[in-house]
């Protein structure tokens, strides 16, 4: 993944200005998935979605690249450089390590509940969720390729994001901890199943 110069979330306080931003991204998300669960997504505009959470039309490319990604809450594929940097570091298991790391940089939505719906209802939205782990795939690649070859970086982070899907599908995360611990256990049934 591209790496940006971004502070580690876990040790910066959350100012004014974060919390704003945090609040006009979750507003955006909110609004995003409510007109797209009613309408489609060809039945919405960045328009309509920028009117009903208060934000100029041009704020919305500050945050999502889509109609789609704004719904689905899916942020960049890219990894921080201090997740990065972490990563790189850490001398840890590699998979536990990229457990680690997919789970605090993964966007983790508080109304799973209603993206769940959102696919449900409007199975067009699956291909959009399938492209986002497609390209964090690719991103991650690069970071993981630090520490290991490239055939073993492929391998781990296949199975770690198998392990996400999994976990998106089986339960409602409540942070990175908790995300983290539950693509461990995953990548442990998954590890016991290819012995048995």
């Known amino acids: ?42 039945g919405v505009t960045i328009e309509q979605i920028c009117a009903d959470a208060d934000v100029s039309p041009r704020t919305f490319f500050n945050y ?25 570091e850490a001398d840890g298991r590699l998979v536990d390590d990229l457990c680690t790391l997919i789970a605090s940089t993964v966007p983790l939505s508080p109304d799973r509940r209603r993206m769940k719906e959102l696919l449900v209802l409007r199975p067009e939205m699956a291909s959009m969720v399938m492209r986002w782990m497609a390209e964090s795939r690719q991103s991650l690649l690069a970071t993981v390729g630090v520490r290991t ?7 781990a982070v296949g199975l770690v994001m198998s392990a996400l899907s999994e976990v998106a599908h089986r339960d409602t995360v409540g942070d990175s901890d908790e995300l983290d611990a539950r693509l461990r256990v995953v990548v442990a049934e998954m590890g016991a199943l290819a012995s048995a």
């Open 1 to 42: 993944m591209t790496t940006t110069a971004a502070p580690d979330p876990a040790t910066t306080p959350c100012t004014l200005r974060e919390r704003k931003k945090q609040q006009t991204r979750q507003a955006l998300h909110d609004a995003a998935l409510t007109l797209v669960s009613e309408h489609g997504l060809d």
């Open 149 to 155: 070859d490239e055939q073993t970086a492929r391998t």
């Open 64 to 88: 999502f690249t889509s109609k789609a990604h704004a719904a689905l809450g899916l942020d960049t594929v890219e990894v921080p450089a201090w997740a990065a940097s972490r990563f790189a």
